[in-house]
């Protein structure tokens, strides 16, 4: 949102402010269920001289935590879609806080960035409430530098439309504008709270230089528990020198400081210069948080609360796969699953702002399984389960929020979804090496023309992120039952009227394209007999 357009967001706040207001337990919204009532408020006037924090002189920092590329390559989806057509991008951020420009180091020459850490501080006065922060992200060229596109409008862009404004409440240590805790739903914010994702546009498949920036604004907090001076005084009735973090004196599951930055609305009454601040979340009083999953992403927000520290999002959908793989083998049979083709996995359901969260070690799981040469059963596939996924104990709390992934030399088949033995969970599936490397390497002159490239390690990204996301994608309920153009042995065949009837479903469910070198789901644009994959895909669907 840029300058002079606070006020029209500010109008609807107010409008749904009034709809709120009528509500019952329960309010329904165009995506999601937002459950109880604004149980606790406060309201700041304009004009009164109110020093903010009197503990401290506050600064606020902006954090830079990851950049990712969201470029598709010719190979996934027959159209180039890079932004640097010489290079990988070198990307900078420019990063202004009060009229104050920051501008961070140049990264050359990689796609994804993570755990960057960078930041900027300015000193902002005490007794004013907002503090205004443009974001922009470039690629770094010689003369010839280019904005990236981290926004969500929708109209042919002039470029300073790429760039993302915020307004920061030094009050309650939230910010809104082009983004914002949507909770309500009242503008949609699809990308969530702290990420910024150039693809909002619906721009898929256009040369924009599309890229996701993770960000976190942070205000100085003497007790070091993250909720400001002022909402502990007025709102919460905490003490502003002792640090509650972790705190749950209601007994909700879900701490002090998780409700205070998930639970928050805004809204700004221009006729009285008064802006209102309102937790649909009460962090003193019990709320039923096992019960609520307003994303619809199978993660109540207890589960939220525990995967936070993945950067998980209560109001925009998280998707956790644990992916255990078997070990190396002294003769080379088992092939490694390829670092890149889980960027390629992250950069197609991340554009969809569904976020990838692939536990291969990095988030508690991802276990490493001894080599076997052995044709492996689903009695076996069940023990791994058992041994590896739930460390034998049936209560582990990571069943219903991550799928189980397997990545083994050979489990019989080059990959299907299996039930795990131990719930009624269809959360498990396998894919094997032995078969993928088979497949790659075959008809080496077709996988060229279909692939669209020599380079056989580019070939094997492109084929097991493609069957990883196709097992996925019966985890999240796609079946040729109700797609009849997935998992259709006759789409092989082109002598089949099956593989010319279902020719537009170009997705990785549809037999015909799992190999080709496209790692996407179909949206159903293409005519007859395509399917819209990406509005069928059901993320509470593996824990039934």
Not at 97 to 122: C, G, H, M, R
Request: proline share 4%; net charge negative; with cysteine.
């Amino acid at each position: 949102m840029k300058t002079g357009k606070i006020q029209s967001l500010l109008i609807l706040c107010m409008l749904t402010f009034c709809a709120y207001s009528i509500g019952a337990n329960a309010k329904t919204t165009d995506h999601f269920e937002i459950p109880g009532e604004y149980t606790l408020s406060a309201s700041i006037p304009s004009g009164v001289t109110t020093d903010f924090d009197p503990l401290c002189d506050v600064q606020v920092t902006f954090k830079l935590k990851a950049i990712r590329s969201l470029e598709r390559t010719l190979h996934q989806l027959q159209v180039e879609k890079k932004i640097d057509a010489v290079s990988k991008p070198d990307f900078y951020v420019i990063v202004t806080i009060n009229d104050v420009e920051f501008t961070s180091p140049v990264w050359k020459n990689t796609q994804y960035l993570y755990d960057l850490n960078w930041t900027a501080t300015v000193d902002v006065p005490d007794d004013e409430e907002f503090v205004t922060i443009r974001i922009q992200l470039w690629d770094w060229d010689i003369g010839c530098d280019k904005r990236c596109d981290i926004s969500s409008f929708y109209d042919d862009k002039p470029l300073f439309n790429y760039d993302v404004e915020i307004y920061y409440s030094i009050a309650t240590g939230h910010w809104f504008g082009d983004d914002f805790v949507n909770g309500g739903t009242w503008l949609s914010d699809p990308s969530g709270y702290g990420r910024l994702n150039g693809c909002d546009d619906r721009s898929y498949y256009q040369k924009e230089r599309d890229c996701e920036l993770w960000f976190d604004v942070y205000q100085t907090d003497p007790d070091g528990d993250g909720i400001p001076y002022w909402t502990e005084v007025n709102v919460f009735g905490t003490d502003p020198e002792v640090d509650n973090t972790g705190e749950d004196g209601d007994f909700d599951g879900c701490p002090i400081e998780w409700e205070h930055k998930w639970g928050h609305q805004m809204w700004v009454d221009d006729d009285t210069n008064t802006t209102y601040h309102w937790w649909i979340y009460n962090p003193v009083g019990f709320d039923p948080h096992k019960t609520f999953d307003p994303d619809r992403d199978g993660l109540d927000n207890v589960e939220e609360y525990l995967t936070s520290q993945w950067s998980s999002d209560p109001f925009r959908k998280d998707l956790f796969i644990e992916f255990d793989e078997m070990e190396e083998d002294p003769d080379g049979l088992m092939v490694q699953f390829p670092e890149d083709s889980k960027e390629l996995l992250a950069t197609a359901y991340d554009s969809r702002n569904i976020v990838l969260h692939l536990d291969d070690g990095s988030l508690g799981g991802g276990e490493s399984i001894p080599f076997t040469q052995e044709t492996l059963n689903r009695d076996d596939l069940t023990e791994y389960y058992f041994q590896y996924f739930l460390h034998g104990n049936l209560d582990n709390w990571r069943v219903g929020v991550f799928h189980y992934a397997l990545h083994l030399y050979d489990a019989g088949w080059a990959g299907y979804v299996f039930g795990n033995g131990y719930t009624d969970h269809l959360d498990s599936l396998q894919i094997s090496s032995k078969y993928h490397e088979e497949f790659t390497l075959e008809n080496p002159l077709y996988n060229f023309l279909r692939r669209k490239t020599i380079n056989f390690q580019s070939q094997r990204e492109m084929v097991y992120a493609a069957v990883l996301m196709h097992e996925t994608g019966h985890t999240l309920g796609i079946f040729n039952g109700n797609t009849p153009g997935a998992d259709n042995g006759e789409t092989l065949n082109p002598l089949q009227y099956d593989f010319w009837k279902y020719g537009s479903y170009k997705s990785v469910m549809n037999y015909r394209y799992v190999y080709s070198g496209m790692v996407d789901y179909s949206d159903g644009s293409r005519g007859r007999n395509d399917f819209d994959d990406w509005n069928t895909l059901d993320l509470t669907f593996f824990q039934n």
